[in-house]
């Protein structure tokens, strides 16, 4: 019974989580892959300049 | 007791009809959507109403409107990427998830064969799209030659291989899905703007313009609007069509070696 | 069995022949040299624990990879040469599902059919028979991607019988499975050696060595430790039986050198201590007088994860 009691115990001191760290986990898996979100930033610059060529002349 | 008496390569090849009818039966329906809807909706947002807005007299390459300017382009841009889209995920899910190409090679057939008829599907994929695509456009009055439509559909099939091969070079190489995102990004996108589908390569910088003639689907997308509009001009129809073979069977030969690497291992 | 490479008449009768056969990638050898004659309608295993080579070796005699080194001949056939001919005589289980888990059970032993280039209508009429041999004709229509881990392992073995090979491989057939899977599969495979198929397995599993092979080659680091029967290697390589004793965490050691001299051998684990004795129970009594008192003991006869232990100083299973 007093495992019980105990085990409650370390439970509610137990430090707060806030989600932060399921953001940390993210960025620590997608850190290797970097290059797909530079790329990511290309895509609207691409069409922009598409539109802007089409327009020229 | 065992056979050593060879078996033609087309009849080892035909063995994996009943897999690729298996997988078609079950993705017909999605493919409807990308590879019709889609672009049919390219077409009526780009030709007909952008098109509205181009001014008569433009430099359209010789199409008499916006609309007859974009269809061909389009209907090649399409090949690409239906193309694309069957040799890079599903290459690598047969690879990685569903490990189907290891279940074919522990048969008597060979990863010659296993390529083979896995482009040969792509053919058959990119024939069907760009059928439906050309019979669609057709009643819209943007084709000025029978003849030329009918020889723009095995281009556009050859379009569609030149792409297959070295794509699905690179999905076997590759380990992880976010290489895919890449080349998407820098390869296909870029292409698929860049290529006069929709404006003329000669509204790049000179530059631009030059590197822009050394990518495929320039080549195919100049060499289908050729045909369609009846204005082909006989030594640059020639280069394209001799770029577009020599990239399938480059695109072959790279598909072809890094599977079997990849399959030792 | 033949020795040295001399006379090589056993090659032309032998299902599986290989002497010095080698495999390395990028610098690693998996398989440093090893010998094989596997003879018609005998049952013959590899055993060893992970990372033994065995998987690469099983490639290899699947002419699914090709050797580094050495000689190879399976079913009369040199493999670099005849690949598509041999592997068209093989039926192959592998350690790695490769079913197609969109479609439903029948429809990939039927499409699997294809690539042999069995005719569709026969290729029904076998999957059915295959269905109902593995006990899964009320799934015939059911989609793979819901079966259970022994479920698809006996599917996996339907597959390979597709063809009617003359040699069936499997690579590690009952990792993973429950200890009822494993029952109906070992029967399964027993029924398949009593109709005359020869088999070549593979497993880190000392029961389930004991129980399908007629022969086995005990791998460990990319070679062959010993060569025989079941039954030949234990008496070759250990004692009867054996008396297992648990004492307090960390006191095996220790207590190792007061009962040396009771039994053949003692082997030191970290968790027990193995007496090796012709009478278990006579040396567990002999042990009690002694004054030692174990937590936990069992007696039983010496099993092939003993022989493995003896030849290499670890476990099966690390």
Known sequence: MSLVTAAAARAVAAPRTTGWEIVRRNFTVYKSSWLVFLTGFLEPLLYLFSIASASAR | MALTSPIPRWEMVARLRPYWTAVYLRTWKGSVVTSFVMPLLYVLAMGVLLGGFVRGGTDLDGAPTYLAFVAPGLVAAQAMQTATGETTWPVMGNIK???????????????????????????????????????????????????????????????????????FAYSATIRSESGFAVIYRLLVIPLFLFSGAFFPISNLSPVLEWVARLTPLWHGVDLTRMLVLGQVQPGLALVHLTYLLVLSGVGWWLAVWRLNVRMEV | MDDGGATDDGRATSLVWARGLRKSYAGFEAVRGIDLDVRPGESFGFLGPNGAGKSSTMRMVAAASAPSGGELTILGLDPTTHGSAIRSRLGVCPQEDTLDLELNVRENLVVYASYFGIRKAEAGRRADELLDFVQLTDKARAKVVDLSGGMKRRLTIARSLINDPDLLLLDEPTTGLDPQARHLLWDRLFRLKQRGVTLVLTTHYMDEAEQLCDRLVVMDGGAIVAEGSPLALIREHSTREVAELRFGVGEHEALAERVTDLADRVEVLPDRLLLYTQDGEETLAKVHERGLDPVAVLVRRSTLEDVFLRLTGRTLVD
């Open chain 2, 97 to 167: 998830w569903h490990r189907s190409y290891f279940a074919q090679v522990a048969s008597p057939l060979d990863v010659v064969d296993v390529v083979a008829a896995h482009l040969a599907f792509v053919v058959f994929r990119v024939a069907s799209t760009s059928a439906v695509f050309l019979l669609v456009m057709a009643p819209f009055g943007v084709f000025s030659s029978a003849v030329g439509v009918l020889l723009a559909w095995p281009v556009l099939v050859l379009v569609g291989l030149s792409f297959a091969g070295v794509f």
